[in-house]
């Protein structure tokens, strides 16, 4: 499929699902965030997870989109090989490297390459569709803000190389997938669909 295609048929998909969606209380909560209405200066500001002066899109945001309706998730659209970064201090606590297919099908799911980073307030991070061997850094490792821990690809259910990002919270024993903030070269900001963001330094 040449890329014209894919990017064709991927707008297909956004407009055809843009109404279907979330009934998750969170996801208005999200809203109000992303447009200011709410203001929260107290929440942990996460790092683009990608490296300094480059700047991916956002092909779908918090509960929108065709896959993200009930998820509390981020796609950033990046060819496959590009270097992935931590979006805060952690440990790592899962790393899946030996995945190899990937594609528009849920039965690709299990191959979906990932690396989960648990952060000092427990919080945890997961970086998804890692390529073949794609990850950089071993269970057990302590990884810095900024620090390369992995290489993006393809793999699980995935209709284009992306990296899925999302972070849970702990409460009372059960995960929940949060939005958070996050460092843009336009300030601090809940990201949104569809938007591109440059990773620059913060001040
Ligand atoms: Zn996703």
């Given at each position: 499929m040449?890329?014209y ?5 991927l ?7 843009g109404?279907?969606v979330?009934k998750?209380?969170?996801?208005q909560q999200?809203?109000?965030?992303q447009e200011g209405?709410i ?9 683009l ?6 700047t ?21 659209n990046?060819?496959?090989?590009t ?11 899962r790393a ?12 690709y ?6 690396i ?5 307030d427990n919080?945890?991070?997961g ?5 073949h061997?794609?990850a950089?850094?071993n ?11 992995a290489?993006?690809g ?7 190389p992306h ?6 919270t ?7 997938q949060?939005?958070?903030r996050?460092?843009?070269?336009k300030g601090i900001?809940y ?10 330094p913060s001040?």
């Amino acid at each position: 499929m040449n890329m014209y295609y894919k990017i064709i048929l991927l707008v297909g998909v956004l407009v055809a699902t843009g109404c279907a969606v979330s009934k998750n209380p969170l996801r208005q909560q999200v809203k109000l965030l992303q447009e200011g209405i709410i203001k929260d200066d107290t929440s942990y500001v996460y790092a683009l997870p990608y490296e300094e002066g480059k700047t991916f899109r956002v092909l779908q945001g918090y509960f929108t989109g065709f896959t993200h309706r009930e998820r509390a998730a981020l796609d950033f659209n990046m060819k496959r090989g590009t270097k992935i970064t931590a979006a805060r201090d952690g440990v790592v606590v899962r790393a899946k490297e030996d995945g190899t297919l990937g594609g528009l099908n849920k039965k690709y799911r299990s191959h979906g390459n990932n690396i989960v980073i648990q952060h000092a307030d427990n919080s945890r991070a997961g970086y998804w569709h890692l390529q073949h061997n794609g990850a950089l850094v071993n269970v057990g490792d302590s990884v810095k803000k900024g620090q390369v821990i992995a290489i993006s690809g393809k793999t699980g259910f995935a209709f284009v190389p992306h990296l899925h990002f999302l972070v849970w919270t702990s409460k009372d024993g059960q995960w929940q997938q949060v939005a958070t903030r996050f460092q843009t070269s336009k300030g601090i900001k809940y990201l949104r669909g569809w938007k591109k963001y440059r990773h620059s330094p913060s001040e």
